[in-house]
């Protein structure tokens, strides 16, 4: 892309994550020339006392822009699948949210703290990873750098966010059921339903359709896309994906096996100097990450850090981020300033 002073851009997608991204956009001071809106329908949005004339999405749309931000919903129907090669054939670099290219080999997955330089290899889309899987290779990176892994088990606790904007709003309207204590059934009263349990009061563990061996969709695409970023497809990597009744803020434990030894402090040490990474360990004091506490917040942070005093080299860790910023918007941003740099 040749360089400018400001860059004409567009933000596909004005749900749960598009509305972060003109955030982002706006808080790290993108140099912005025009700023393109675009969903399915026209209209006027709102966002923290800021007017954005959203455009109905279309080929022509593209035209002249340099960066186009895709956070539309993903397949066949989706944003990117039809309007990302648009993009690209009138002279746009497309960074997108969803799932549908992140596996083309000709596509770089990125997080910028682990994988930069891929950056540069693109041939005009750049894929964000799916939030779960940022939040954990951001603190996967260092620890293989330094003393290599062999295995990952990860639990995550994923929040109704994590599912777009209907999903928050379904987790509204069941609180509100039940706070009236009139209900007999949550579900059956839902006005829009787009979770495929009940949420309030609950935990389920599927995100995603059920895949290859019983694993979900959003499993598979944490071990699939950590190979990937990390150039690694030894690791074994291994998760349950779970929904929690939380608003933001995905939580993961993590369990890894390394290939050489390292003291748990030493380990502690290592997370808390690794780009993007911030390590809240004190739980005696009752300090550890929370969701509660990183919404809104662009790093990754990492606590209970703990060595498993039965397997030799064996670590447990808690990882907790912010998954419509770190998760979605804002490394999404942090990808195309690397790519103006
Ligand atoms: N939520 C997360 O934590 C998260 C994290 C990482 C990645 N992602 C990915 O980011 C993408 C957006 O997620 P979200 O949570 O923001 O979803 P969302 O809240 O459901 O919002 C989707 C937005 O996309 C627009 N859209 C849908 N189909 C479109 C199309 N064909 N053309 C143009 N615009 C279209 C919608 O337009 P209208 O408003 O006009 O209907 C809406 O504004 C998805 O691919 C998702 O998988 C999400």
């Known amino acids: 892309m040749r360089k400018k002073t400001k860059y004409n851009v567009a933000v596909v997608g004005v749900g749960a994550v598009g509305i972060e991204m003109l955030r982002c956009l706006k808080d790290r001071k993108f140099p912005v020339a025009e700023l393109r809106v675009l969903a399915r329908s026209a209209r006027e949005i ?126 509204k309207e069941e609180l509100k059921i039940i706070a009236s204590g009139d ?72 369990y890894i096996e390394t290939k050489k030894p390292i003291e748990p402090d030493a380990l502690k040490k290592l997370l808390a100097e690794s780009p993007g990474i911030i390590v809240i360990d004190d739980p005696k004091r009752g300090l550890y990450p929370m969701p509660k506490d990183v919404e809104g917040k662009t790093e990754t942070y990492v606590g209970r850090i703990r060595k498993d005093p039965y397997v030799k080299n064996g670590f447990w860790f808690w990882v907790v981020a912010d998954n419509l910023l770190k998760g979605a918007a804002s490394n999404a941003v942090q990808i195309a300033e690397e790519l103006i740099r």
């Open 46 to 171: 709102d966002v923290d006392g800021q007017k954005y004339q959203v455009q109905a999405i279309s080929a022509e749309a593209f035209e002249k822009i340099d960066i186009a931000l895709f956070a539309g919903t993903e397949g066949e129907k989706g944003a990117a699948v039809q309007f990302a090669p648009e993009a690209v054939k009138r002279g746009a670099i497309v960074i997108d949210n969803g799932a549908d290219f992140r596996m083309d080999p000709d596509v770089p997955l990125v997080v910028p703290e682990v994988n930069a330089k891929k950056i540069k290899k693109n041939k005009g889309i750049i894929a964000n990873p799916n939030c779960s899987t940022i939040q954990m290779v951001v603190a996967l990176a260092p620890i293989r750098k330094a003393i290599g892994l062999k295995r990952v088990i990860v639990t995550t606790l994923q929040a109704s966010s994590g599912a777009g904007k209907a999903a928050v709003d379904q987790l």
């Open 183 to 254: 209900y007999q059934n949550i579900q059956a009263d839902l006005a829009n339903k787009v979770m495929p349990q009940q949420l309030a009061y609950n935990v389920f563990p599927q995100i995603g359709g059920f895949s290859d061996n019983d694993f979900t969709t959003e499993e598979w695409k944490l071990v699939k896309e950590t190979h990937k970023i990390l150039g690694d497809d030894k690791i074994k990597v291994s998760a349950t994906t779970v929904r929690v009744p939380v608003r933001t803020g995905h939580s993961e434990a993590v």
